[in-house]
């Protein structure tokens, strides 16, 4: 085979690669599109069948109405308080998470002790434990610390249980520094702060990025532990989606749903639009040592 006739394969290998994505991208984003498309619409243009037809009357009535008229409990409050409770709910479980896993991890990669291992082989394991086995004992824990149905349960559950993906993150990027670089800061006197604080944490804004990605994508997208563990005043966004969803009081507001979905989207959505690219390049950050 020629080299004319290598590039020719390799460029029709390229179109064909091309195309293929470009089918699996419009097949992906099908549903995003009717979301959006049919948030905008009057009910009447819904009804007539043609989902995927751009709106003859373009509207934002209906996020209006989503957001602050939308019969979710027992006043029609819109998802504008549950929104808010997703924010006061993520924020503070992602930053609390991240730190306790930025330390764990450093401690567990550039430190020897008695138990070591067993202690991050336990954390590995509770990585990978279903969400429902720990409903009950959840449940009972918040019933003891007074904390059911409330939003700090909440994040108190999410903490937990993201500890374990957080110390794994940070632990697999922390074994690619050197230790003669830790090693060097303790002769010179530097204490395990200092050396967190200086020398660690400089160089770990690709793995932050990942897990604050990784910990705002699933808290914010859970739905089992909101509606196991939250009241009717703390319940997060997703919960109340569902909520207003499965609604079956008066007539069925296709284009509210739609418009509240969309709205459930956007934040995780524009985290990855804004830092996806710090996404990959985390991930990467702990797969090479040297």
Known sequence: MTISDTMRLSRAFRILTIIVLGVFSVYFLAPFYVMIVNSFKPLAEIRRGDMMALPQEFSFDWWKKAWSQAQIGVQATGLRPYFLNSIRMVIPAVLISTSIGALSGFVLSKFTFKGDSLIFTLILFGCFIPFQIVL???????????????????????????????????????????????????????????????????????????????????????????????????????????????????????????????????????????????????????????
């Open 136 to 290: 009950i004992p959840m449940a009972r824990v918040l019933g003891m610390l007074r904390l059911a149905g409330t939003t700090s349960g909440l994040v108190l559950v999410h903490i937990v249980y993201g500890i374990g993906f957080t110390t794994l993150f940070f632990r697999n990027a922390y074994a690619t520094i050197p230790d003669e670089i830790i090693q060097s800061a303790q002769v010179d006197g530097a204490h395990f702060m200092k050396i967190f604080s200086s020398i660690i944490l400089p160089t770990s804004t690709p793995v932050i990025m990942v897990t604050v990605i990784w910990q705002t994508t699933n808290i914010w997208n859970d739905f089992l532990f909101g509606a196991s563990f939250a009241d009717a005043l703390s319940q997060p966004m997703t919960v109340a989606l569902n909520n207003l969803v499965s609604s079956s009081t008066g007539v069925k507001e296709y284009n509210v749903d739609f418009a509240g979905a969309m709205m459930a989207a956007l934040p995780t959505l524009f985290i990855y639009i804004v830092s996806g690219r710090y996404f990959v390049r985390g991930l990467m950050s702990g797969s090479v040592k040297g």
